[in-house]
């Protein structure tokens, strides 16, 4: 089956550490995305990639960083320097992008939690 | 940046009724989408629709279009209790394509 696997479902992070989510889909999609959702909103771009080894900064990029290296992987890291990490966050995929011919939903992953210890 | 705002930002309704839930927005799309989201889980794509468009339909689902009024809502029809689910609509800017800007959502509840 295809789809987006974020991994891991939960993690935890001590102060001053740096952590990084996994996000590897087998869809084929050239567009992939970063979002924070805090509880009880709504969800905020972190980071985005139309093509491999390239990306852009969404809303909220600051104490964060991604790599493209790979159409179906796009990693995000949370640094020290993210003062306020804990949130559920999620990644999505989309065909949309510069040779989409018609607009395209994403296809999200199921989140991973993460709390600051 | 928040492009769409939802309302009601709670829904509670009885099974069988149905539910009606509201965007505005801001600036002008491309599309806007629907999405659905179970506690604690991925979002699901559930409808898209062209800014050139006014109403379509999926199943259950019926979704308008007011691009006059920077609006759009969502009719789910003779609901169940697994509705039950937060709703976020998701905009498409003309200024800002390639990615989705997310409204802060509608919980809605459906009682058995």
């Known amino acids: 089956d295809g789809g987006i696997t974020q991994s891991p479902k939960y993690l935890f992070r001590k102060e001053g550490q740096n952590v990084t989510l996994s996000c590897e889909q087998n869809?084929?999609?050239?567009?992939m995305y970063w979002y924070r959702q805090d509880p009880g909103q709504g969800l905020r771009l972190i980071y985005y990639s139309q093509i491999v080894n390239d990306f852009q900064k969404g809303d909220i990029a600051e104490g964060y960083s991604v790599s493209r290296e790979k159409k179906e992987s796009f990693p995000l890291t949370v640094t020290s320097a993210q003062k306020n990490p804990t949130a559920f966050y999620l990644c999505?995929?989309?065909?949309?992008?510069?040779?989409?011919?018609?607009?395209?939903?994403?296809?999200f992953g199921s989140g991973t939690r993460l709390t600051v210890v | 940046s928040q492009q769409g705002e939802e309302d009601p930002q709670a829904l509670s309704i009885q099974e069988g009724e149905n539910a009606t839930m509201n965007c505005s927005y801001k600036t002008s799309i491309n599309n806007l989408q629907w999405y659905r989201q179970n506690s604690g889980r991925g979002l699901v794509h559930l409808i898209l629709i062209r800014s050139n468009e006014r109403e379509k339909h999926s199943g259950r689902l019926r979704v308008t279009l007011d691009t006059s009024k920077k609006s759009s809502s969502l009719l789910i029809t003779a609901s169940r209790a697994a509705d039950t689910a937060s709703y976020f609509c998701a905009t498409d800017t003309v200024d800002s394509s390639y990615k989705l800007i997310f409204g802060s959502g509608t919980r809605l509840l459906v009682r058995p």
């Open positions: 999505a995929s989309s065909i949309a992008g510069r040779q989409a011919t018609r607009p395209y939903g994403y296809t």
């Open positions: 869809l084929n999609h050239d567009a």
